[in-house]
């Protein structure tokens, strides 16, 4: 008996059923979660619309470079990505392009659900490619957006600050203000359904005074609880609405999207940065080749190359000093590739952000556990630069 008490008592506070009222949990409480995924994803969309260089292969920072990186980690997305090389800037622009979706949708909490759910699939695939290998698994924030997507995709936007409460909203009053159909009741269901009443007091009140507005079979100044519709209601009416102001927050997004583009590449265009150049590794003796001509690297210039024994990439410097360093490019975190910001001076890793000292590859902030493995590199009597790797 015992145990069956205790099971039943088990059963009951652990059945999957939603809380009464769970919409409302969405109403404050998960707006500033709502607010940061929003800024977050509309924020990385417009980084890559407006990086010239998302695209361009020989950029350590392009999509194609990133998508390399996860294959040559081995992270479990890799079989699928190796098809998807041929079509590295489709996807890169899809990624853009949904990133702003979804961002936009979750900032103005239009179609919130959706939004979420496509925020957590791409959370999802990062984390499968680009944060595989983070290291503690904490440092890497893709598996992070991906839970905090979740309560999202219950709650929806929730009704503060939220288009899609406002087409609710919208939908709800249309509904309340068509004229009501009027039908014949017999009184004595009036009585059962909305209490009896006695000397002005109905017992449906506990004896308060008589009021249409709980009966509800009688017209009342608000429509009784139970037939009102829910703030989470879906109709053809929502839909259509919904998709309207959709189609229109996407025609604004689109101009945003094209302008952010054109302005990122007319700035690049300005720009001072040094785009390196890849070098081809020539023959190797043992782990030593060589790099061709120093002269050929202007000072302040990098160049990346291919490490033959390891098939890895590598990146060498011409330090302002007229020094030259080279080291595996490949970052310690979680496998990107690097690359030298010759207007700041440092090295940098495009996915988490760690930053590395070019003078001696050592670490200067980021979740990179340690700094960048480095190459020995000479210049030999014919002014040629060799690496040992
Ligand atoms: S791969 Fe994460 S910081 Fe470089």
Redesign the pocket.
């Known amino acids: 008996m015992l145990v069956m008490a205790i099971t039943s008592k088990f059963s009951l506070s652990t059945r999957w059923t939603r809380p009464p009222r769970a919409w409302a949990l969405s109403e404050w409480a998960l707006l500033p979660l709502r607010l940061t995924l929003g800024v977050t994803f509309t924020y990385a969309a417009l980084n890559k619309l407006a990086n010239p260089d998302f695209t361009n292969f020989a950029s350590p920072n392009s999509i194609q470079q990133q998508l390399l990186g996860s294959i040559r980690t081995h992270t479990p997305l890799a079989p699928l990505l190796g098809h998807a090389m041929g079509a590295a800037p489709l996807l890169g622009w899809t990624i853009a392009i949904g990133e702003l979706a979804i961002g936009i949708g979750t900032l103005i909490g239009l179609w919130g659900r959706v939004a979420a759910v496509g925020g957590a699939a791409l959370s999802f695939g990062l984390f499968l490619t680009?944060s595989w290998h983070?290291s503690p698994f904490f440092?890497?924030a893709d598996l992070a957006y991906f839970f905090a997507w979740l309560p999202l995709i219950i709650a929806g936007s929730g009704t503060a600050l939220s288009v899609d409460a406002w087409v609710g909203e919208r939908a709800a009053q249309r509904e309340v203000s068509d004229p009501p159909t009027l039908v014949s009741i017999p009184f004595a269901d009036v009585q059962r359904l909305c209490g009896n009443f006695s000397q002005g007091k109905c017992s449906a009140l506990d004896n308060g005074a008589c009021s249409s507005g709980a009966c509800p079979v009688l017209m009342g100044s608000r429509r009784p609880l139970d037939v009102r519709r829910k703030v989470d209601h879906v109709d053809r009416r929502n839909v259509i609405v919904g998709g309207a102001v959709a189609l229109g927050v996407a025609g604004v997004s689109a101009v945003a999207a094209g302008a952010t583009a054109t302005i990122g590449g007319a700035l690049a265009g300005k720009s001072s940065t040094t785009t390196p150049v890849t070098i081809n590794s020539g023959g190797s003796s043992g782990k030593t080749f060589s790099l061709g001509l120093a002269s050929n690297l202007a000072v302040g210039a990098s160049a990346t190359f291919n490490i033959p024994s390891s098939d890895e990439p590598g990146i060498v410097i011409h330090n302002p000093d007229g020094t030259f360093v080279a080291y595996n490019a490949i970052?310690p975190?979680?496998?990107?590739p690097?690359s030298y910001l010759a207007s700041s001076q440092i090295i940098a890793?495009p996915?988490?952000?760690?930053q590395f000292q070019p003078s001696n590859g050592d670490l200067i902030g980021?979740?990179?556990p340690t700094g960048l493995t480095a190459l020995t590199v000479t210049q030999n009597a014919a002014g040629e630069l060799e690496v040992t790797a």
């Open positions: 680009v983070a440092t890497g970052c975190h979680a496998g990107c690097v890793c996915c988490h952000g760690s980021g979740p990179s």
